[in-house]
């Protein structure tokens, strides 16, 4: 994060200095400007040997020719800091954004197609602990790398101020009038492009930070055209300094203005000062689909709370939830740890990827033939050194078709990864499984699959490997150390390496020099089929009991991997079923006498199996509030409308928060429970003091009555 933020700090004077040093600008000159009081000013000769003549000022740093020049030191480094801070750091920085960027979910928690992605990033935003949170917290999903497009900005202006220069050795031969009418006219232009830009997209997550970027947009659109006036000497100078110094202090003041209003302190204050009343749901919509949100903030947030805190089913302290995701494929908990919470929770996140329809269908049992083709692949064909060559593929780049596999158990599919180039290839119809399954029990894929793991037998050891000179064909044997790069650093737990990539490489550092020689696939004798050719049996022999060794130990590891993930995918199944989401927290119609059969025949887990009995009084909470509620639709909306103004207001309503067993969800005492008629509800708003001045002040006023019994009128007329 300091690397970062020191870049970001620098790249603008460090580019700025590195392009002055590519034009050589004035301030490199070893002689005070000449060009400051005339455009061509008149140079003599040199009378000195060991003196340079006056106008040779250009790409030296001194005018004494005996002194060292060091220009082609300075344009060196000036070279490297463009090519690295210019033009690679942005770049860098782009791709670190995207890694990190909150990811929307195509589906909401209920698994229906999400029609806010904007207010869900924003959620996601609010909830992002990433250390490099700072660089793509204030832009939309969009523009998330809004900060790389305005560091291209300010490239492109230093650009103008350095290079369209009559102060540098490029146009010094020009009139100061034409290049700066230029570099004006240059700078209008691409301010005009900005404003336009700006107003097609509206980057900036909220709209105060768009309308503050619209006025320092439309600023710099105007200070701009106010310095063209001033080169081209249309009006008094005087003036004109004076609009520009007047409209940089007015745009000033509006930006602190949306900056203020941005924050929270200001629009709870504006809020309690309009008095008014948030919610998130379109309360007022004939629309409004009453059971779906019930059976949301009702039944569903019950059952999460209820697995999330009760101590025989919630995560351990400090357990961070991590998964392993794809756009490919349905995300997978890593590092389980066995609670009920943790399953519940990727479940809920299984859904938001793949929806509920496609959930719901995976929930069909396996046929018998897919059922034993999943017990062959978990049991031999999963892990790195997997082959899989699809019916038609014409990939470039992809020569051998092997790579890492594994199984997503739910919905069932098998995820290839290729060592060339991280392809991904998820197998979920049956006839691509078979062929998977196939192709890896082929005699040829095993001695192929053979040969690969020999070579990872002799990874990190001294070996003795083959060498070659440059432009020599004579091959030499010597002890070096063979290295198999990967696409990933990351290692499985028992310290081993199983990421997808096989570039295989020998080091060699005392052959005859202390230079490092590395010889790769074409010297070893790699080829792209895994031919045991001449070099590879001398490799293998040559180094025979390492082979030996390293071979049993591959083979062990590789078959502890897939134990590992077969035990994590049963005791996840045994833990909380991916059934439960279908069979309980999606389904509020089961009767509370049903609950524990329904449990005790479709989960494994005899916590969850006894679920009923020792959340008893949880459960009966929820089914009395469940029956209060879907009294009628009156009852329903009723509670929809409190409950909601409860989440969204009870902060910035002191009468609220003082009478929370009137208002507030959790007591069965509370409002949303009661439907009242108008006269009933203000006098229980008036002895919560909620009702103020008849009605006339506060949240909760006539107006808002009105609405409320408008609204109910319309529900049951």
Known sequence: IIIVLFLTTLYLPLSKLSLNALVWSDSFWPVT???NNTDFPIFEKSSSDTMRDPSDFCYVTSMNKEDLNFSPVIIAVALITICVLTFWFPIALKRLVDKNLPRVDKYNEMGETRHNPDE?????????????NFLYNAYNEKWAAYKTFVM???????????????????????????????????????????FVLHWRNEPFLYKSQNLSEYWSRAGYVI?????????LKVGPERKITIAVIAINVFILLIVFWHIVIHTDRYKSFVKVMKKRLDFSLNIYSPRLDFAKHIKRRVWQETWTTLLLTSEQFKMHENKTVAFSQSPFRPPYLLNFSGTAAERHVENLKIIRQIGIKNYTSAMAPLSTSLIKLRSIIVDNFVGPDMYYAPEF?????????????YVVPFPFSVVMVYDEDETVLVLAEEWEIERYVQQNENKEIQRRRHVRQTLRALEGKVIIGPSREKNDTEIQYYRGILSIQRHKRSKWSNNYNMNPGFKITVSYVDIQSPNERVVGHDVLGITEDFQMTPQLKKLFSDNKETVHIGLAEIQKLMEEYRQYYRDETKWKEETLS????????DNPSIPLESLPALLITTEENQLIQSLPESEYPSLIYLYERMRVVNLSRVHQWW?????????????EMPDLIKNPEKFSPAYRTSLCYHPMTRIGLEEFLGKCGSWQDGGKRGFLHSGTLNRIYLYLTNVVF
Request: glycine content about 4%.
């Open 33 to 35: 400007n000449p060009y």
């Open 120 to 132: 869900e990033y924003k959620r996601l935003l609010g909830k992002d602990t990433c250390p490099y």
């Open 152 to 194: 291209a900005n300010k490239f492109f202006l230093i650009f103008l101020v350095c290079v369209i220069s009559k102060d540098n050795c490029l146009f010094r031969s020009f009139s100061r009038s034409r290049i700066e009418t230029i570099n004006y006219g240059l700078q209008v232009t691409f301010m005009v492009i900005l």
């Open 223 to 231: 200070t701009t055209v106010l310095g063209l006036l001033t080169v």
């Open 393 to 405: 593929f014409t990939h470039k780049i992809i020569k051998t078709c092997f790579g890492k596999a």
């Open 578 to 585: 991916y059934g439960f989401f279908i069979n309980v927290y």
């Open 639 to 651: 509670y929809l409308f409190w409950e909601d103004l409860w989440r969204k207001n009870h902060n």
